[in-house]
């Protein structure tokens, strides 16, 4: 069974750096790309990052650029967002994601086929 599991969420400051891992199980983690959404209350879901298993190949959404590094733990199959200089605009839900069928690109979430629960991020001034 396909399963996701994301864990590292919690509560910080501004400025402070955390680390988001997304354990991946029942499929083939090497054939996927992986990724990371984040949806704030009120707020449509988002892509934040990705990264394709095959090339390492990495893309980022515009807000996270230079700040945000998504990498992979292979030993582990769990997929990796390190979080730096967070600030309030970074709170939300983070959603790991994986889709065999993508080839490169963040997309839209509607352009991913399977998601984890998600874990709580929440950045106070």
């Known amino acids: 069974q396909m399963r996701l599991a994301e864990s590292g969420g919690g509560s910080v400051q501004s400025g402070d750096s955390l680390r988001l891992s997304c354990e991946a199980s029942?499929?083939?983690?090497?054939?996927?790309?992986m990724g990371w959404f984040r949806q704030a209350p009120g707020k449509a879901r988002e892509g934040v990052a990705s990264?394709?298993?095959?090339?390492?190949?990495?893309y980022y959404s515009d807000s996270v650029k230079g700040r945000f590094t998504i990498s992979l733990d292979e030993d582990k199959e769990a997929v990796v967002l390190t979080m730096n200089s967070v600030d309030v605009e970074d709170t939300g839900m983070y959603f790991c994601a994986a889709e065999a069928q993508r080839a490169y690109g963040l997309g839209t979430p509607e352009t991913w086929n399977f998601w984890g629960q998600g874990t709580q991020v929440t950045v106070s001034s």
């Open positions: 990264i394709y298993a095959g090339t390492h190949k990495t």
């Open positions: 029942g499929f083939t983690f090497k054939s996927n790309a």
